[in-house]
């Protein structure tokens, strides 16, 4: 599992609660990300519906936000042509991996696209230089499979992150797209468990997890292993009245 990447840390409560999947859905790209960088929290935002906003999220907002504002609409694949591609805030579905995405950034000519995600923070140092992040591979890969399922050529995606100003250039090899996949059917394995994941252990992750204050990973475990008293009896959750 891949360390912390950006600062996900915020002690505010959930600000919003959102809708909870009982059955499969079409996964949000955003979401496999959250997914791979740990399933409990994946659990909680996408199952139980819990979402706060980070601390990184608001710093990277205005840099969605001048994304967002200029929103061009990507070409049908078979309209493209060779025509330069360069639309933003592209909302796009597949139904084959019943997964969608909103992609910021989709670059390219003709058929030939690429995905750009914006992300704050910076890419992890690789053996070659800056390598993006498993969880931002995972989601740039699913964004890169949608583009494929709508009829595009996808062969590299680009992760842009804020805090360094790098673009980091991602493959999306048979290799990716295989990892990719078998995280989409873990997570939704994990989502209709009904369980919730245990938290982390010790994990660098969790300080910049938004909400570390919801999930309180070290109570969280040192409750689980301590000794439980069986009463034998339920707990009265709803006292009767009258
Ligand atoms: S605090 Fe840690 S264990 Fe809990 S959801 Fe966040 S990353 Fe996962």
């Known amino acids: 599992m891949e360390g912390p990447r950006t600062d996900r ?4 409560l959930p600000r919003r609660a959102l809708p909870a999947v009982e059955g499969p859905e079409y996964l949000p790209a ?3 990300n959250e997914f791979v960088y740990c399933p409990r929290l994946f659990f ?9 906003e980070s601390a990184g999220t608001v710093a990277g907002a205005p840099r969605h936000e001048e994304v967002e504002g200029k929103a061009d609409p ?35 000519a003709g058929g030939a696209v690429s995905p750009v995600d914006y992300k704050r923070g910076a890419p992890r140092d690789g053996d070659h230089g800056p390598e993006a992040w498993p969880a931002d591979r995972a989601q740039l890969c699913a964004q890169a499979l949608i583009l494929r399922d709508n009829g595009y050529t ?17 493959v999306m090899d048979n290799t990716l797209a295989e990892e ?35 999930c309180l990973p070290e109570k969280t475990a040192a409750s689980a292993a301590a000794p439980r008293v069986d009463s034998g009896e339920q707990l009265a959750l709803f006292p009767k009245s009258g």
């Open 44 to 52: 909680y935002e996408w199952v139980e519906g819990v979402f706060a």
């Open 180 to 214: 990719t996949l078998r995280a989409v059917t873990d997570a939704r394995v994990v989502a209709t468990s009904g369980r919730i994941p245990p938290p982390l252990v010790r994990s660098p992750k969790c300080p910049r997890c938004p909400l570390v204050s919801v």
């Open 74 to 108: 990507l070409p049908p694949a078979p309209e493209a042509d060779d025509e330069p591609i360069h639309s933003r805030t592209v909302g796009l579905g597949s139904e084959t991996y019943k997964l969608v995405a909103r992609i910021d950034i989709v670059e390219g």
């Open 154 to 170: 996808c062969t590299e995606g680009i992760v842009y992150y804020n805090g360094t100003n790098q673009r980091v250039r991602v």
């Open 9 to 12: 840390h915020d002690r505010r």
């Open 30 to 32: 955003r979401l496999l």
